[in-house]
């Protein structure tokens, strides 16, 4: 029973997304494709990589990585900004133009949350915080996400 729960909500995130998205190209071309899109999704996951920490999360040659980078970069999603610590090194940051395109997904988040948030009371909310703490930290051990980011 909690597998299907689990799968629904998953299910229902995800297709509001989708939703959301595609009635943004109902009478314009879509400008990223859905590799790009996965590509975008994995750089805001783990929160300004850099070319080659980005290859190795997503399991692709770095030379596959910096080809699909650079044509985010090319469409005005992506910006590369130099590292403080190391200057021969760039860290990949979403502009402007793909936070709002993000945002279609995080305001429904937002709004589920603050659903959740009236319906049930207090100990119940923290209790599922709880919950969806220690699943994202100790039992998805296969992801590794900057900790702001997990």
Known sequence: MLDKAFY????KFKMHFYQKVFSRFEH???????VESFCM???MALGNPTIAQFAQAMHISTPNASYKINSLIQKGYIAKERSETDRREYHLRPTKKY???YS???AYLQTVVDRVKVRFPAEDVAKLDEMLTIIGKELMP???LPEDKA
């Open 104 to 106: 279609i997904s995080y």
């Open 142 to 144: 296969e992801i590794n």
């Open 28 to 34: 314009r071309e879509a400008t990223l494709t859905t």
């Open 41 to 43: 999704e994995g750089i």
């Open 99 to 101: 936070m709002d395109y």
């Open 8 to 11: 629904d909500v998953y299910t």
